[in-house]
């Protein structure tokens, strides 16, 4: 079975740039999340979907974060505009359903701020 | 949701047996105990989950205490492989969210 999949794996970006990082699950689990890992931590939800709707974004900071997963599969996460305590390790999970807590979670995409 | 206490970091011996101890001790009668662990530069990986009965895969052994108030993760003959931060987590089917909440975890070093 193949994994969750995230790109890219790196990104440096300067402040007040845009960015977007870019996740697709395991086929077929109807349940994704997003969530920030900064360094020294665990990591913290963002952003979850259940197929393509959103079920809960307490957690995602609206005025510069955004989240799709317009048809139910993949999912992109963008960031605009950047600020330095945004660099962290955005890591993507899937599972097959809600309340399903095993989750399969993706290598992360490092970012950066400079 | 229950909270849950760890130890900050552990050291284990290669070969042997670690035990790594999380304490639980308001958890309730409907939430399971999850384990993870995040090896460096990867994601978090799935490792066991139990409700009351202890439980073993081919990775770990999960020993739930009577009371369920606290709990073991048991690697039987840790590698070097296995150095990385563990995860205990508390959680319902259910719980408000249905999502996995992260604390500091447990930093084990496998040493040779």
């Known amino acids: 079975e193949a994994g969750v999949a995230q790109s890219p794996r790196y990104k440096i970006i300067e402040k007040r740039q845009s960015v977007a990082f870019w996740c697709n699950p395991i086929?077929?689990?109807?349940?994704l999340y997003w969530y920030q890992q900064i360094l020294g931590q665990g990591p913290k939800l963002l952003i979850q979907?259940?197929?393509?709707?959103?079920?809960?974004d307490s957690q995602l900071p609206k005025d510069r974060f955004s989240a799709e997963r317009l048809k139910g599969v993949d999912s992109t996460l963008k960031i605009q505009p950047a600020k330095l305590e945004d660099s962290a390790v955005y890591l993507c999970?899937?599972?097959?359903?809600?309340?399903?807590?095993?989750?399969?979670f993706g290598s992360g995409t490092r970012l950066t701020v400079v | 949701d229950a909270k849950t206490t760890q130890p900050t970091s552990m050291d284990c011996a290669e070969g042997r047996a670690a035990n790594l101890p999380c304490n639980h001790s308001?958890?309730?009668?409907?939430?399971?105990v999850y384990w993870y662990r995040q090896i460096h530069s990867q994601g978090p990986q799935y490792i066991i989950h139990?409700?009351?009965n202890n439980e073993t895969n081919e990775m770990a052994s999960l020993i739930i205490t009577e009371d369920r108030k606290s709990s073991t993760l048991i690697l039987p003959h840790a590698t070097l492989r296995d150095t990385a931060v563990y995860y205990c987590?508390?959680?319902?089917?259910?719980?408000?969210?249905?999502?996995?909440?992260f604390g500091g975890g447990t930093r084990l070093m496998v040493k040779p």
């Open positions: 999970a899937s599972s097959p359903s809600r309340g399903n807590y095993g989750y399969t």
């Open positions: 086929s077929g689990h109807a349940t």
């Open positions: 979907f259940q197929n393509n709707g959103v079920v809960d």
């Open positions: 308001t958890i309730s009668g409907n939430e399971y």
């Open positions: 139990g409700l009351k």
């Open positions: 987590i508390v959680r319902a089917p259910g719980d408000a969210g249905n999502m996995l909440t």
